[in-house]
């Protein structure tokens, strides 16, 4: 396996992955062994490496992995019942094996598949909209010998809601659902890889740059930075080789619209990719895929390998002098991955601790090397306004946003699901018209906009447009774009403490607010959700969460003062119900 993948510290992630494939789903300590012996590292370095990652393990595993989603969009559709018809069926809690070695059942923070939640994993397959009855019918299906192949899954079932857009016109999901997206030749034929060419035969980088600059397409993955202005700070560096990192790692409870470009057009991802390679002058690019999806590193890599054979890729592209080549890498299971400085930690084959910023990636990235850090969704963003021009795509959105974003609507909706759509459109057109309505004829009672790491909405703010002031101005935020839309059922409080324990597990735990005060955060909403807590807690969550926003390292402890602040002001009503112990809607 080394040989293969290359005897480097790099490698680390694929290399654990491929021997925990061989040894049957775990890494018994002699495989490690030879491992940190073939790599020429500590063992004791490769054990800390792999513990960081949750889907690694020391321990044997059954032959079929069971992940069962615990997210906040799984939670709020009753994963807890489908855990516990998991347990009966197995017979085994969490982390056991049954007994004839067939099956380990597991939990996992988020499997990026929350339009079909709840939803579970077994190896590489997804199985969503579980009910008792459908787990135990998969089970059965299972043990009869009748396993699910991934690389069989229909190549054109991923599409989106609705076009609110003539598809035409789209910039991302233009071909979702009209192409194959194992073919080169589709691609192409719908005008791919059309910008790349007109870029490398007839544009200098600062035209291009000046091009992302005039669209003025700003960071998909959540932080909103205008990324024409990142690649200028870093295309005038002497220093190379440069790196075009692109980031999907899609791990937001909630969002999921990168899996659908990955899966749907996969060459727009790489197209882009080598735009920003030639607008900024670097020659190799790294994808770094969330580990739970399999599907979309099965068609990037086939799509890699159809560009490198023709000229799309590799060297000379297009008779030009310019030459890029991209490599798909799996991550191992850990949210704060996502952080850019964190995943370039992982792609360089260590824990993905985010680092100490500045110095910011664009000057010190990968391997030391100037990287540009893009999210999927901004990268595929690219093409049609290099082919179509800044203009073209200023034209869309709002003057504060430009552009088109994916919604993901999930939750407690008729429809979840995904669209591409004029940024600036309002939640609640999002949540009534695209996602359905609220499910079962219920009344609405909150929204978490932007990701798990945001405030909670109500009622009377669902006329804000989607866009960053707007949200911002009601402590809402435009993030990865996704809504977690919950009816007048839901316990807030029992919601809240779903995120706090996916943020205290998420923790990398390189700094002491954050490692403590998720800690202390969970701790405190537990105690209340018991009915053990006095009022004087809540202000304690918002000091502690304060602390650590203050003090934190990276966005990750950022996080729980905008969800705890808003549920607190705006649903104290149902933490003052669990201060009484009297809350009608977690059924005590
Ligand atoms: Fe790690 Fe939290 Fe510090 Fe970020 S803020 S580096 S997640 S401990």
């Known amino acids: 396996v080394c040989?293969?993948?290359?005897?480097?510290?790099?490698?680390?992630?694929?290399?654990?992955?491929?021997?925990?494939?061989?040894?049957?789903?775990?890494?018994?300590?002699?495989?490690?062994?030879?491992?940190?012996?073939e790599l020429e590292i500590p063992y004791g370095y490769l054990y800390g490496v792999l513990t960081f990652y949750s889907?690694?393990?020391?321990?044997?595993?059954?032959?079929?992995?069971?992940?069962?989603?615990?997210?906040?969009?799984?939670?709020?559709?009753?994963?807890?019942?489908?855990?516990?018809?998991?347990?009966?069926?197995?017979?085994?809690?969490?982390?056991?094996?049954?007994?004839?070695?067939?099956?380990?059942?597991?939990?996992?923070?988020?499997?990026?598949?929350?339009?079909?939640?709840?939803?579970?994993?077994?190896?590489?397959?997804?199985?969503?909209?579980?009910?008792?009855?459908?787990?135990?019918?998969?089970?059965?299906?299972?043990?009869?010998?009748?396993?699910?192949?991934?690389?069989?899954?229909?190549?054109?079932?991923?599409?989106?809601?609705?076009?609110?857009?003539?598809?035409?016109n789209m910039v991302l999901f233009a071909n979702l659902d009209r192409i194959d997206p194992m073919s080169l030749d589709d691609y192409r034929a719908k005008g791919g890889y059309e910008g790349l060419k007109k870029a490398v035969t007839s544009m200098s980088q600062v035209d291009a740059i000046n091009e992302v600059k005039t669209a003025g397409v700003r960071g998909r993955g959540g932080a909103g930075f205008p990324a024409g202005l990142k690649w200028s700070f870093t295309q005038p560096s002497p220093i190379i080789p440069k790196y075009i990192v692109c980031n999907a790692d899609e791990g937001e409870p909630g969002t999921i619209k990168d899996r659908y470009i990955m899966e749907g057009d996969p060459h727009r991802v790489l197209e882009g990719m080598a735009l920003?390679?030639?607008?900024?002058?670097?020659?190799?690019?790294?994808?770094?895929?969330?580990?739970?999806?399999?599907?979309?590193?099965?068609?990037?890599q086939n799509a890699i390998d159809q560009a490198m054979q023709n000229g799309c890729l590799g060297k000379n592209i297009f008779g030009s002098d310019f030459s890029f080549t991209i490599e798909v890498q799996s991550g191992g299971g850990a949210y704060v991955c996502g952080e850019e400085t964190a995943?370039?930690?992982?792609?360089?084959?260590?824990?993905?601790?985010?680092?100490?910023?500045?110095?910011?990636?664009?000057?010190?990235?990968?391997?030391?090397k100037p990287s540009i850090v893009n999210n999927v969704e901004t990268l595929s963003s690219i093409p049609m306004i290099i082919s179509k021009g800044g203009e073209w795509y200023k034209a869309k959105g709002t003057e504060d946003a430009t552009g088109t974003k994916i919604f993901q609507v999930v939750g407690h909706v008729n429809q979840p699901g995904v669209i591409e759509a004029d940024l600036g459109m309002t939640v609640r057109e999002l949540i009534d018209r695209y996602g359905g309505g609220i499910r079962?004829?219920?009344?609405?009672?909150?929204?978490?906009?932007?990701?798990?790491?945001?405030?909670?909405?109500?009622?009377?703010?669902?006329?804000?447009?989607?866009?960053?002031?707007?949200?911002?101005?009601?402590?809402g935020a435009l993030g990865s774009g996704t809504m977690l839309v919950m009816d007048?059922?839901?316990?807030?409080?029992?919601?809240?403490?779903?995120?706090?324990?996916?943020?205290?597990?998420?923790?990398?735990?390189?700094?002491?607010?954050?490692?403590?005060?998720?800690?202390?955060?969970?701790?405190?909403?537990?105690?209340?959700?018991?009915?053990?807590?006095?009022?004087?807690?809540l202000d304690k969550m918002i000091k502690v969460a304060q602390v650590m926003a203050d003090s934190a390292n990276c966005a990750l402890a950022m996080s729980p003062i905008f969800f705890i602040k808003t549920t607190i002001e705006r649903y104290r009503d149902d933490y003052l119900a669990h201060l009484n112990g009297t809350c009608p809607l977690c059924k005590k």
């Open 3 to 37: 040989q293969q993948l290359g005897k480097v510290k790099g490698k680390v992630l694929p290399i654990l992955h491929a021997v925990q494939d061989i040894c049957g789903n775990w890494l018994p300590l002699e495989a490690l062994q030879l491992v940190a012996k």
């Open 276 to 300: 920003a390679g030639y607008a900024v002058g670097a020659s190799h690019g790294y994808i770094y895929v969330r580990g739970e999806y399999y599907l979309s590193m099965l068609r990037l």
């Open 343 to 368: 995943l370039i930690e992982s792609i360089e084959g260590k824990r993905g601790n985010p680092r100490v910023k500045p110095p910011f990636p664009g000057q010190v990235g990968v391997w030391g």
């Open 55 to 168: 889907m690694y393990s020391v321990t044997p595993r059954g032959r079929y992995i069971i992940r069962m989603c615990e997210s906040a969009p799984c939670h709020v559709n009753g994963a807890e019942n489908i855990l516990e018809a998991l347990k009966e069926e197995l017979g085994v809690e969490v982390g056991g094996t049954t007994s004839d070695g067939l099956f380990t059942l597991e939990l996992t923070a988020c499997l990026g598949t929350c339009e079909v939640a709840p939803a579970m994993q077994i190896n590489e397959v997804v199985f969503g909209n579980l009910t008792g009855a459908k787990v135990k019918e998969i089970l059965d299906n299972y043990r009869a010998g009748k396993e699910v192949d991934y690389r069989t899954l229909a190549r054109t079932t991923i599409k989106p809601l609705a076009y609110p857009l003539d598809q035409d």
């Open 488 to 537: 007048e059922d839901t316990c807030i409080v029992d919601v809240v403490k779903c995120i706090l324990y996916f943020f205290q597990h998420e923790s990398c735990g390189f700094c002491l607010p954050c490692r403590r005060g998720t800690r202390i955060l969970y701790d405190l909403i537990c105690k209340i959700a018991d009915g053990r807590g006095e009022e004087a807690d």
């Open 440 to 475: 079962g004829g219920k009344k609405f009672k909150a929204c978490q906009t932007g990701g798990a790491s945001f405030g909670f909405i109500t009622e009377d703010q669902l006329d804000t447009p989607m866009e960053y002031k707007a949200m911002g101005a009601i402590e």
